[in-house]
């Protein structure tokens, strides 16, 4: 399984960035992603998890700014945000596990396969 992120860059708060994953060697039918982020000193926590059928589920401090899609064929994962914080200033990655559901913001300890990372700055 190979991940590999995109979209990253510097914003001012109140802005919009989209990022996007793309997945590759992986199936489609098994897998699960998610978008997590990173800031220095933090732990890796969840952003925004979509299952097959398209539901979703997201973090509180995220919920009605950031957006998961993913192409009909799970071969791209995207992330839309907007109205962006001087707190959502980190690395953000994607990441993969093989659950059953996945609607859901797993522990980070959970997913098996990892992007690289894309960083995102906003400043104020």
């Known amino acids: 399984v190979r991940l590999v992120e995109s979209g990253g860059g510097s914003v001012q708060s109140g802005g919009s960035l989209t990022l996007s994953c793309i997945a590759s060697g992986y199936s489609y039918s098994r897998y699960c992603v998610a978008w997590f982020r990173q800031s220095p000193g933090k732990e890796r926590e969840g952003v925004a998890a979509?299952?097959?059928?398209?539901?979703?589920a997201y973090a509180d401090s995220v919920k009605g700014r950031f957006t998961i899609s993913q192409d009909f064929a799970g071969s791209t994962l995207y992330l839309q945000m907007s109205s962006l914080k001087p707190d959502g200033t980190a690395k953000y990655y994607c990441?993969?596990?093989?659950?059953?559901?996945?609607?859901?913001?797993?522990?980070?300890?959970?997913?098996?396969?990892w992007g690289q990372g894309t960083q995102v700055t906003v400043s104020s």
């Open positions: 979509i299952a097959r059928d398209g539901s979703t």
């Open positions: 990441a993969a596990v093989v659950k059953s559901r996945c609607a859901y913001l797993y522990p980070h300890v959970t997913y098996n396969y």
